[in-house]
C-alpha cells in the first residue's frame, strides 16, 4: 500500500551522529575518500562501494543508474560495464558525468563529477579475469539495454554460453571493459541537526592541485 503524500512529508531524520570541519579533511579528496569508503565497508554496509552514475544521452536528456566503484586512485574512479549498453552510448555522446554514494546509516554522502574514458585494455582484462565465473559468463550472455522476450531467452542465452566455454578459461568480451572518471570536483556531506549539514567541495585548481570551500547546505 502507497504511502499517503502528507505522510511521506513527514518522513526525516535529523542527522546527528557526527559534524565535519576543515582540519579533519585530507588535503588529497581521494585520500579522504578512501578514508570514508573504508569507514563505510568497516562499518558492515552492504555494497558501500555502490554509486550512482549519472550521464546523459545524444538529446541531452538525463539518466541515471547504480553500478558498483571496482578501483579509486589517483586516477579516478573506475567501474566495468558493457560498451554496447545505453550508458557507454551516452559517454560517446558525453564523457560528462556524476556519481554519488549515500551511506545513510553513517549520515554521509560524496558527490564527484568529472569526464569519463575507457581504462586501458589490460586493465580490463586483468579484472575481468579474477571475476566470478557465473559474472564472467553474464558478460558474454547479456545484450545490455536492449529489449527481450523474457526471463528464459536471457537464461537461454547464458546456459549457450556455459556450454561454449565448458572447461576453457572465459575471455574478456571485446564489448566489455571498464570507465574511470577523472575527477573534477568531489563534495563531502556529512548530516547535522536542523538540515545544517556540512559540505566540502574541492576541486582542482591546477595541476594536480586541489582547492577546498565549505558550502552552505
Known amino acids: 500500500m502507497a504511502l499517503p503524500p502528507q505522510d ?14 576543515l582540519p579533519e579533511l585530507d588535503s588529497d579528496p581521494i585520500h579522504q575518500f578512501q578514508h570514508w569508503l573504508k569507514e563505510a565497508h568497516d562499518s558492515g554496509l552492504i555494497e558501500p562501494n555502490a554509486m550512482t ?7 541531452g536528456g538525463p539518466w541515471t543508474r547504480t553500478v558498483l566503484l571496482k578501483a579509486c586512485d589517483s586516477r579516478g574512479f573506475s567501474f566495468f560495464t558493457n560498451y ?12 560528462r558525468a556524476a556519481l554519488t554514494f549515500w551511506w545513510g546509516a553513517l549520515e554521509r554522502q560524496v558527490n564527484v563529477t568529472g569526464r ?15 571475476r566470478p565465473l557465473a559474472s564472467q559468463l553474464g558478460a558474454w550472455a547479456s545484450p545490455q539495454s ?8 536471457l537464461e537461454r542465452l547464458f546456459e549457450e554460453c556455459r556450454q561454449r566455454f565448458a ?9 566489455w ?19 545544517l549539514h556540512d559540505r566540502f567541495r574541492f576541486t582542482r585548481s591546477g595541476g594536480e592541485g586541489w582547492g577546498v ?3 552552505a547546505p
Open 116 to 130: 569519463l574514458s575507457k581504462v586501458a585494455r589490460e586493465e580490463s582484462e586483468a579484472y575481468f579475469a579474477v
Open 146 to 153: 536492449t529489449p527481450i522476450e523474457g526471463r528464459a531467452q
Open 84 to 95: 554496447d549498453g545505453a550508458k557507454a552510448a551516452h559517454i560517446a555522446a558525453d564523457s
Open 167 to 175: 572447461g576453457a578459461e572465459v575471455p574478456c568480451p571485446a564489448h
Open 177 to 195: 571493459g571498464g570507465y574511470r572518471l577523472d575527477p573534477e570536483t568531489i563534495e563531502f556531506w556529512q548530516g547535522r541537526r536542523s538540515r
Open 213 to 215: 570551500q565549505r558550502l
Open 8 to 21: 511521506l512529508a513527514a518522513l526525516r531524520q535529523d542527522y546527528s551522529q557526527r559534524g565535519l570541519d
Open 53 to 59: 552514475l549519472a550521464t546523459v544521452d545524444a538529446s
